[in-house]
């Protein structure tokens, strides 16, 4: 078992920035991909980014936040952030942690999530 935990969900106005936070505990997380993804009512759960835990360097992002969203992580904490820059209204959405031992940009094969923090961008 993976257990999740988001945090850092807001309201914030178009140009802001937010960080989104993941408390990551459970089995070893050597063995699996940290990812985010957002929901809107009505739509599918979609990608945003994701990596290995232990390969930063192999993070994807959607290209819809390219430039714009940076995804970290801490082992100390065990923890995987979110920092989302030049918000824009489009990106109002639920965000959800992800965790599993497959990447895939489909949120049917992913596992473990988290409950979810809304994200809100408005003026």
């Known amino acids: 078992q993976v257990q999740l935990v988001e945090s850092g969900g807001g309201l914030v106005q178009p140009g802001g920035s937010l960080r989104l936070s993941c408390a990551v505990s459970?089995?070893?997380?050597?063995?699996?991909?940290m990812g985010w993804f957002r929901q809107t009512p009505g739509k599918e759960r979609e990608f945003v980014s994701a990596?290995?835990?232990?390969?930063?360097?192999?993070?994807v992002y959607a290209d819809s936040v390219k430039g714009r969203f940076v995804m970290t992580r801490d082992f100390v904490k065990s923890e995987v952030y979110l920092h989302m820059d030049n918000l824009l209204v489009e990106d109002t959405a639920v965000y959800f942690c992800?965790?599993?031992?497959?990447?895939?940009?489909?949120?049917?094969?992913?596992?473990?999530w988290g409950q979810g923090t809304q994200v809100t961008v408005s003026s």
């Open positions: 990596f290995p835990w232990t390969g930063i360097t192999s993070t």
């Open positions: 459970g089995r070893p997380l050597s063995k699996y991909y």
């Open positions: 992800g965790a599993d031992q497959r990447f895939s940009k489909s949120s049917s094969t992913w596992h473990y």
